[in-house]
């Protein structure tokens, strides 16, 4: 080992580049990832688990940074490596720097291919399906989300109105069952690829939250306006127009996407990473993880507040308007 | 005035907050640049809660009190509001509207101290 570098750390867990130097004079960079053992999320991944879906999203052909070696423990702690793939991950930077505008042409096929092979990967037929989280048989993805977020929202021990009525109506306008369950990916958008500025995408990164459940999930995920950094207008993550993204997707997939069912899961995704961010500044409340960052997601939480009470008019609007 | 000289609570957080955006954020250091424009906007929130708390005090008294949860401490009516939402109290499409011109009247408190640069549209 010729270098080792702290690229995040923090309560939970860690990521480490580690260069490597062999007999033969190859060198080799790669990113360890570790358990810091603090317990902080629910229905996140553990190492290993992590490292068999990405593992499996490589085999599957999805832009992933390759695995190395198998799953171990690392001075006690779980952790596994992959290779150090470079690109750029800030939000912010993709969307608005004109250092990336030839990448952002790129990205709105590159994001619909990526997304579309994660959801033709077979987890069952990986094993991923006892490793990962899902719909018990005979329940909707929806109900097992309303069960957890109702959970999350009542560990808060906060009042939020908003949220009360935007999760009320939600569960009370449950749309039809989903046709079919896939791998989910839990948290696909910018800020969680890496970004060559000419090459475009180079690799989703972030699988913690992946999980098996309605393909559409991650499709509407990508167009929450938190996601968008500042590039409101265009609402496929502040890249390209809401219609672009989707098509892009189909195409790409095969599969036809429900715009009301989208329209839907946009509302559900504000709730979800409205209270996700609650969540955050309580690991650094607790004192297990004390950040600036974490604290202020406490006060950013307002602002999906807004956008799921305005997705959910909208919605109704739209529903009233036939 | 407070018993307390000045600077005042608001002139001791705008003293950090300007610490920290023109010294401490003039850094080569990408991440410890982030994390001090982090903390300056953390305090100006906080400047911002100071400067507001009491007038929106008064405006979540009304409108907790014009939906039916008036008297005592407004978080305890708050988070009756909440329970009644949960337990279908707000199901019916007139009650639905009056708790969703709250909810969203308390979301723009919260915004305007928050993020006021936040576009919330017309």
């Known amino acids: ?322 | 005035m407070s018993l307390h000289d000045r600077p005042t609570v608001s002139e001791l957080l705008a003293a950090v907050r300007e610490y920290l955006t023109r010294e401490v954020a003039a850094t080569d250091d990408r991440r410890a640049r982030f994390r001090a424009l982090i903390a300056a906007n953390v305090l100006a929130v906080a400047e911002r809660e100071l400067q507001r708390g009491e007038a929106d005090a008064v405006a979540e008294d009304d409108a907790l009190a014009r939906l039916g949860y008036a008297g005592g401490d407004a978080d305890a009516r708050r988070r009756a509001l909440c329970a009644d939402i949960r337990a279908g109290g707000y199901d019916a499409d007139a009650r639905f509207d009056g708790a969703f011109a709250y909810a969203r009247a308390m979301v723009l408190r919260k915004l305007a101290v928050a993020n006021p640069r936040y576009d919330v549209g017309a």
């Open chain 1, 1 to 322: 080992m010729r270098t080792l570098r702290l690229l995040a750390g923090g309560a939970s867990q860690e990521a480490w580049a580690v260069g490597l130097a062999f007999d033969a004079g190859d060198e080799l960079t790669l990113v360890m990832r570790r358990d810091m053992g603090g317990v902080l999320n629910f229905a996140t991944l553990s190492r290993a688990a992590e490292f068999a879906v990405i593992a499996t999203a490589y085999a599957g052909g999805v832009p992933v940074p390759k695995p190395y070696f198998e799953p171990c423990e690392i001075a006690g702690k779980p952790a596994f490596f992959m290779e150090f793939v470079t690109g750029e991950a800030v939000g912010r930077r993709l969307v608005t720097d004109p250092a990336f505008a030839e990448a952002r042409a790129l990205l709105p096929e590159q994001l619909a291919e990526a997304l579309a092979a994660i959801h033709r990967i077979d987890y069952r037929a990986a094993g991923l399906g006892e490793l990962l989280g899902g719909p018990a048989p005979g329940r909707s993805a929806l109900s097992v989300e309303f069960e957890r977020l109702y959970a999350e929202l009542d560990s808060l021990d906060e009042a939020h109105p908003a949220l009360e009525l935007a999760l009320r109506w939600l569960s009370r306008n449950e749309p039809p069952r989903e046709s079919e369950t896939t791998l989910v990916h839990g948290d696909f958008r910018i800020g969680n690829v890496l970004v060559d500025p000419q090459r475009g995408l180079r690799a989703v990164l972030d699988w913690e939250f992946c999980h098996y459940g309605d393909p559409h999930e991650d499709v509407a995920w990508v167009c929450l306006r938190a996601w968008r950094f500042g590039n409101v207008a265009l609402e496929a993550g502040g890249i390209a127009p809401r219609e672009t993204w989707l098509q892009a997707y189909e195409r790409a997939s095969g599969r036809a996407i429900d715009r009301t069912r989208i329209a839907y899961l946009e509302v559900l995704g504000n709730v979800k990473w409205a209270i996700g961010a609650a969540m955050q500044a309580r690991r650094h409340l607790s004192g297990l993880e004390p950040s600036i960052e974490l604290a202020s997601l406490g006060r950013l939480a307002a602002e999906m507040e807004f956008e799921a009470l305005r997705t959910l008019a909208a919605y109704r609007a739209m529903e009233r308007v036939g």
